[in-house]
Nanobody, 119 residues
Framework: QVQLEESGGGLVQTGGSLRLSCAASGSIDAMTGMGWYRQAPGKQRELVAHVTVGNITDYGDSVAGRFTISRDSAKQAVYLQMNSLNPEDTAVYYC?????????????WGQGTQVTVSS
């Protein structure tokens, strides 16, 4: 059974930085990538960042240039360095592991970590 544990969330002032970590445990077959989504109250879930097993990255438009995703394959971990935070970044951040392809694609999710940016 795949389990993901996130850490690093918290309260920060506008312009500050936080680093989120997510470690996956269990046997993960056919992993294709890892990443982060976020969801703010009353808003739809949005992609923050994704990194493939080949280290190709993709970012949501609202975080590109401010956030950096990285991965440690040996630790089955993914990280999110968040800089120049603003109140619009306040949300619960969820990490995920993606496995399989096409109709066999499956995402495993963490429990989420709260990030709050004060103005």
């Amino acid at each position: 059974q795949v389990q993901l544990e996130e850490s690093g969330g918290g309260l920060v002032q506008t312009g500050g930085s936080l680093r989120l970590s997510c470690a996956a445990s269990g046997s993960i077959d056919a992993m294709t990538g890892m990443g982060w989504y976020r969801q703010a109250p009353g808003k739809q879930r949005e992609l923050v960042a994704h990194v493939t097993v080949g280290n190709i990255t993709d970012y949501g438009d609202s975080v590109a240039g401010r956030f950096t995703i990285s991965r440690d394959s040996a630790k089955q971990a993914v990280y999110l360095q968040m800089n120049s935070l603003n109140p619009e970044d306040t949300a619960v951040y969820y990490c995920y592991v993606r496995t399989g392809w096409a109709t066999d694609e499956t995402d495993y999710w963490g429990q989420g970590t709260q990030v709050t940016v004060s103005s």
